[in-house]
């Protein structure tokens, strides 16, 4: 009998013990994919372009004008290169050459070139350059930005009707403490 008591104690005691053991398990698979969800939820609004337009004929016709536009920019080979000559780091100085170049590698002297640092998440953030030439194809400015992480740079450069749009992205560190 003092056998038996023994044994059903043990048996209970094992039972607790697997049945914690399942407890524990659901609550750590819970956890895992709660972490999991709220992680993928803070990258995709921390990444998030826009606004979603459900409206299919619109979203067509604007990706069928922007597909024009770039077979027009492929039509013309002009050669846009965009460079930032300093660290990126938020609160200094970005230092921005633009170099542009004609289908047949001349320069192109007389363009007029803008330069937008775009944060995809907050449009307050950007900024706009008007670049200066300094000649043989080579415009300059600067700018500073207010947050570290993913910014595109969209380059323009017009010379009288023909425009060019060249993107680029560009990673802003924070500044070292």
Same mark, same amino acid.
């Given at each position: 009998?003092?056998?038996? /008591?023994?044994?059903?104690?043990r048996?209970n005691?094992?039972? !607790?013990?697997?049945?914690?053991?399942?407890?524990?398990?659901?609550?750590a698979?819970?956890v895992?994919?709660?972490?999991y969800?709220?992680?993928?939820i803070?990258?995709?609004?921390?990444d998030?372009? /826009?606004?979603?337009v459900?409206?299919?004929? %619109? *979203?067509?016709?604007?990706? *069928?004008?922007?597909?024009?536009m770039?077979e027009?920019?492929?039509?013309?080979?002009?050669?846009?290169?965009t460079?930032?000559?300093?660290?990126?780091?938020?609160g200094?100085?970005?230092?921005?050459?633009?170099?542009?170049?004609?289908a047949?590698?001349?320069?192109?002297?007389?363009?007029?070139?803008?330069?937008r640092?775009?944060?995809?998440?907050?449009?307050?953030?950007?900024?706009k350059?008007n670049m200066?030439p300094?000649?043989?194809?080579?415009?300059? &400015?600067?700018?500073?930005?207010?947050?570290? &992480? *993913?910014?595109?740079?969209y380059t323009?450069?017009r010379d009288?009707?023909?425009?060019y749009?060249?993107? !680029?992205y560009?990673?802003? %560190? %924070?500044?070292?403490?």
């Open positions: 009998m003092a056998n038996d /008591g023994g044994e059903a104690a048996e005691a094992k039972t !607790r013990w697997v049945l914690r053991l399942w407890v524990l398990a659901g609550l698979f819970v895992a994919v709660l972490g969800s709220s992680a993928m803070y990258l995709a609004q921390r998030y372009p /826009g606004s979603v459900n409206d299919y004929f %619109e *979203n067509y016709e604007k990706f *069928n004008q922007y597909a024009e770039l027009n920019q492929e039509d013309l080979g002009w050669a846009l290169g460079q930032v000559n300093s660290l990126p780091v938020v200094e100085e970005l230092d921005i050459v633009v170099r542009a170049r004609y047949d590698d001349s320069p192109i002297k007389r363009g007029t070139v803008k330069v640092l775009v944060r995809n998440i907050n449009a307050r953030l950007d900024r350059i200066q300094q000649g043989n194809g080579r415009y300059t &400015g600067s700018t500073t930005v207010d947050k570290p &992480g *993913n910014w595109t740079i323009t450069i009288g009707t023909k425009q749009i060249s993107r !680029r560009l990673w802003v %560190e %924070e500044p070292l403490k």
